[in-house]
């Protein structure tokens, strides 16, 4: 009988603590697959955030290191000195990325440190009990912003790729989303261009995956979606923000 | 050679090819060195966004096994606990120069003695330790980076080179010797690529289970009993017959030599005890040593630190006096040849 | 040469006092003496006070901060003024009279008056009064050999900044004269 579909070899045989509909199984899927396609298991050396895809490190097959809080691009900074010819990815979330991270974000990038990171921003803090995050939607009720994120209180959401891409060292700056069958497959070409682009030495690579969190948003995986389709999508717009891979130079 | 030049060409002698770095007063100096030294030896010189996106740098260099290095200076070294927290959780070997400055705060740019707490009891949160070395000369803190690295790999865990402002300005003559290699083991943990030939090494300092967690740092406190009763070191001056006992490390103990040799010219029986590992911190020398001792001074550029493990170790056997400056002031030999004679008086 | 030295060097940043206090712990390192020099190192890069201790020494040397010395050399009023009281009685004074004034008022202490700063300025030897107000130092002090003094100054001046090299020994030669 011929296998149709299968665990990619770059996800280990290690049933994941994620949540009854949550996204980052899909999109712990999308890397490792692309890790098979391109046979880089081997070389490769993920890193791990803090946060829900804190466990990441017993899931993916390659090897692993664990970050403090914010710090996986400068984690993986120094291990792509000291392995230059190896792969490394980061795989973060919105508050590890975008508000404790912020700094090693910004210069990693700027510095077009060549690695690739997944971002995965769900508008909230999930690992904690879902809190406001710098990526909440303005009016978006969390635990910490009750009666909705009010600006004028705890200020607007950053747009990631919007930011980075405005920095000289950055190769790929690609927003994505997983909500349905089309968007995952754009999703899976642009996270195979991430780590192309490192493997042909081009500098940073990021890309944006929006996806959702059913149980801190407070409904079920299906409305999730259908939330985030129309809440998410118009503040964070999908498409390429910058793509420089022919002329982008990384750092080897 | 200039003491913070003298730290970092001895990390390139001990092989460390990866520095991460961010400036600061008065331990700036290492950072131009290895800027200038690094890219002519194929290593890695980068300047970090901030000391804590340094020490990660160092984390993840040191978790694909190779030699890894930061330096700062005291503000510096506290934006670093949380990396060094990590890395000892981690159980990777690292090294951190700390050339100490005044506190607390900004403090001030001047020599100062008042991390030790710090490097000594919580160098980050949790249950941990690091290696803390104290050299007293510039060639001192060029065999004692080389030993940091080294005990760093064999005991898989960071180490500290805890200098202050004083040693990293002055000049000495040095003179950098071929070592025999140690006998390290090999880095079979680092996250470095399987190739598909090994199950994947996994880097990290979560565990959920609190009985996990707890066997790990039982585990890791073996490692320190061992530690602590193989790696002390210290130095006697002139202490074989002495009645008063100083103790004191780095900068302010070169003070203390002085101010010993002077005290012993007007005969009062007095020697120095200096610290040259201040974790594991010497406490058989001196628990020896208080068996014959009248009275212990410890002198420190602080309030008054390593003087709580001078009383530990003397463990109420004999009285121990403290005195010190902060703030970034020098004790002087004529103010510990006051103290001397203090207690010398006191005793007769 | 088996003499203890303890010196103070002593002017405005810019001026050369630490270079110079290098020459001469390179000279007591080139005829074989311990020695140590330790800097005061502050915020300002030029202008604000800038000062160093260089001991050398027959015996491993202990503390590298001279609180005492016996010998200063001053190259501006605050640093004479801040040092003067601290010298060791019997101890050297060198003052670099184009720039300081005043006489000094100890009478248990050797002072030597060098108009450095415009014997350089006459004699085209421009920023080097450090290194005249030295020449002068080694003649009454005798720190080092002349041969330890002269590769001190070969191993100090940077080979960006071979050209100096010549002028630099020019002016000890001038000092040594006065």
Known sequence: ?252 | MKGNEALAEAAIQAGCRHFFGYPITPQTEVAAYMAKRMPKIGGTYLQAESEVAAINMVLGAASAGVRALTSSSSPGISLKTEGISYIAGSDLPCVIINVQRGGPGLGGIQPSQADYWQATRAPGHGDLHVLVFAPSTVQEMVDLVMDAFDMADLYRMPAMILADGALGQMMEPVEIKERPKRDLPEKTWAANGHENKRPHNIVNSLYLTPGDLEALVKERFERYDRIKSKEQRSESYMADDAEFIVVAYGASSRVCKSAVKAARAEGIKVGLIRPITLWPFPTDAIQEAAKTTKHFLTVEMSMGQMVDDVRLAVNGAAPVSFFGHTGGIIPSPAEVLGEIKKLAGGAK | MSKNFNMVLAGFGGQGILFAGKVIAYAGLMDGQEVSWLPSYGPEMRGGTANCSVCLSDEPIGSPQVLNPDVLIAMNLPSYEKFIKAVVPGGKVFIDSSLISGKVEREDVEAFYVPATTLAEENDLKGLANIILLGKVFKEVGFSSEEALHKAIEKCVPARKAHLKDANLKAIQMGMSL
């Open chain 1, 1 to 252: 009988m011929a296998i149709v579909f299968d665990r990619p070899h770059a996800l280990t045989d290690v049933p994941t603590h994620y949540c009854p509909g949550c996204t980052h199984g899909i999109i712990h899927r999308l890397v490792a697959e692309v890790m098979d396609e391109l046979g880089i298991e081997g070389q490769t050396i993920g890193v791990a955030p803090v946060g829900c895809s804190v466990l990441a490190y017993n899931y993916f097959g390659c090897d692993m290191v664990e970050a403090p809080h914010g710090r996986a691009p400068a984690v993986a900074t120094g291990l792509k000195r000291a392995l230059p010819d190896r792969v490394v990815f980061s795989y973060q979330g919105d508050g590890d990325l975008a508000a404790i991270g912020t700094a090693e974000t910004v210069h990693a990038a700027t510095r077009g440190e060549n690695i690739t990171v997944i971002f995965v921003n769900n508008a909230i803090y999930g690992m904690t009990g879902g809190q406001m995050a710098p990526t909440t939607l303005p009016g978006q009720v969390t635990q910490t912003t009750p009666y909705g994120r009010d600006v004028k209180v705890a200020g607007n959401p950053i747009r990631v790729c919007e930011m980075l891409s405005t920095l000289d060292g950055v190769a790929l700056a690609q927003r994505v989303s997983v909500d349905c069958v089309k968007n995952i497959q754009v999703a899976k070409k642009a996270i195979r261009k991430g780590f192309e682009n490192q493997i042909n030495k081009r500098g940073y690579s990021i890309i944006e995956v929006i996806s959702s969190c059913p149980t801190n948003w407070g409904l079920t995986p299906v409305e999730a979606l259908d939330w985030l389709r129309e809440n998410m999508l118009p503040y964070y717009p999908l498409g390429v923000y910058k793509d420089t891979s022919e002329e982008a130079k990384g750092n080897e």
